[in-house]
């Protein structure tokens, strides 16, 4: 089994910034893709940024130039840097990984709230 453990999230004012940290544990051969989704009340998950084992990323049109995802592969942590944020980030932001133990599975964390408010 395989836990994933969100932190970082809070209360921000638009224009600020926040680092989410996701960390993996439990039997874990080794992780391919990492990724963060976040889902705003009323709305469905959406895909925010992905990193690759080999440490390409992805990102979403909407968080371009002001999100950074990135990994510690000795930690199993994957980031997630927000800045200039605005009040339309409001959501709970999952993260997500692919392990490889005997098998590939995709596992999910619990959720971090961040709210963009003055």
């Known amino acids: 089994q395989v836990q994933l453990v969100e932190s970082g999230g809070g209360l921000v004012q638009p224009g600020g910034s926040l680092r989410l940290s996701c960390a993996a544990s439990?039997?874990?051969?080794?992780?391919?893709?990492m990724g963060w989704y976040r889902q705003a009340p009323g709305k469905e998950r959406e895909a925010v940024a992905a990193?690759?084992?080999?440490?390409?990323?992805h990102y979403a049109d909407f968080v371009k130039g002001r999100f950074t995802v990135s990994r510690d592969n000795a930690k199993n942590t994957v980031y997630l840097q927000m800045n200039s944020l605005k009040p339309e980030d409001t959501a709970v932001y999952y993260c997500?990984?692919?392990?490889?133990?005997?098998?590939?599975?995709?596992?999910w964390g619990q959720g971090t709230q961040v709210t963009v408010s003055s």
């Open positions: 990193i690759t084992s080999a440490d390409s990323t």
């Open positions: 997500n990984a692919d392990v490889r133990y005997y098998g590939l599975q995709t596992y």
């Open positions: 439990g039997l874990i051969s080794s992780i391919n893709a």
